[in-house]
């Protein structure tokens, strides 16, 4: 049986490791906090540090095959293993040139992908020369995740709020819909295309709020954004399964915003959704087996179960027996111990005959299930003595 390593044990991790159970194959993972989300569904759990060259490298040296579930790995110790014959997908080669924007960016250009017009700065005096091209979005280079290394930046009073560390400065957008479009490929290069989705964001948090799948789009934005999907994905020269989130715009451009080398939050819906999973379709890459079915078997709904704002602590799960009883909904928690403001805990996804049956599914989800803890923060009754 081959032994396949995953690198990270965060919710998306613990959903690979759900599907691993119908494949023959050994699975082992490395984190370095022993009750991550995948700590428990994998046959061999490694406490290392991802981003650690020693430690991946060990890690890496007793598989047959690794991957990954978040980006910020060290992928010189993967170029090693590599080199040693070990198979890493995505390949560090595709992983170099998405872990830092700036090259991410770079790459969009050199390979005529269309994508929002940018600059490339080196700290945030640059951006004091750079007045009028704003209104702009900025993204730092290295080490930002869930929007946390984006800042808008409205106009010259905003300069303060640049970040001070090499990063791209992009045109902000007139966004009508942000997509999101998964393609996997496989050793050989053949590919296989998901139908997109279609993201709505809360515009507070600045993380996913719910999706809906299919996208509503027309024949022709369809086809510029598998397009380039497509194209992007062969570009990057490597088997894996790419995430590719796109914008359209309101004068109907079609541009890649970001691309992520690993099974995605955007692709969650497909395990109740399509007939193969990107959980699965990963597990058919890495394994020498052939790639699966992407089509839907019905329209679907995901909504982020996040962490409810004003409560730290011991989780709990307030009206989940409520929204249990709703027809066609599947509840996903991650199984982590401690909830936090904002903080991904688990998703829904709905599936429904159409979009108004699915919005007004995921609204009601929405309302009713919350994340809270025991005690809710500034509460004047529970004062820490
Ligand atoms: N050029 C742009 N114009 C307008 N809005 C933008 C632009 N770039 C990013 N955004 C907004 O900011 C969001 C986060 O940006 P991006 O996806 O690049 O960052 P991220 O930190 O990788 O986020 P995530 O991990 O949630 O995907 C986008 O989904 C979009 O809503
Ligand atoms: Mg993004």
Redesign the pocket.
Known sequence: MKKVGILGGGQLGRMLLQEAANFPVDTWVMENDPHCPAAHLCQHFVLGDIRNYDDVYRFGKQLDALTIEIESVNIDALEQLEREGLTVIPRPSALRIIQD?TEQKLFYQQHQLPT?P?VIVQNRAAVNDLLSFLP??M?IGKG???????Q?LESAADTGKAFDAPSVL??????DK?LAILVAVDKTGQTAIYPPVE?V?DPYL???DYQIAPADIQQKVLWRAEAIALTLAKALQSPGLFAV?L?LSRNGDV?V??T?PRVH?SGHHTIEAQVCSQYEMLWRILLDLPLGNTAALHPSCLVNLVGEAGYSGPAAYDGLSEVLKMDAVYVHLYGKAETRPARKMGHITVLGKDRVDLVYKANIIKRTLKVVSGTKENDPGNVKR
């Open positions: 924007k929002a940018f702009a979005v993204k930002g995740y869930d929007g946390k290394g984006v808008v992009e045109k902000k957008v007139d966004i942000e993201m964001f600045n993380l996913l989130e914008f541009l915003n970001e992520a939050n």
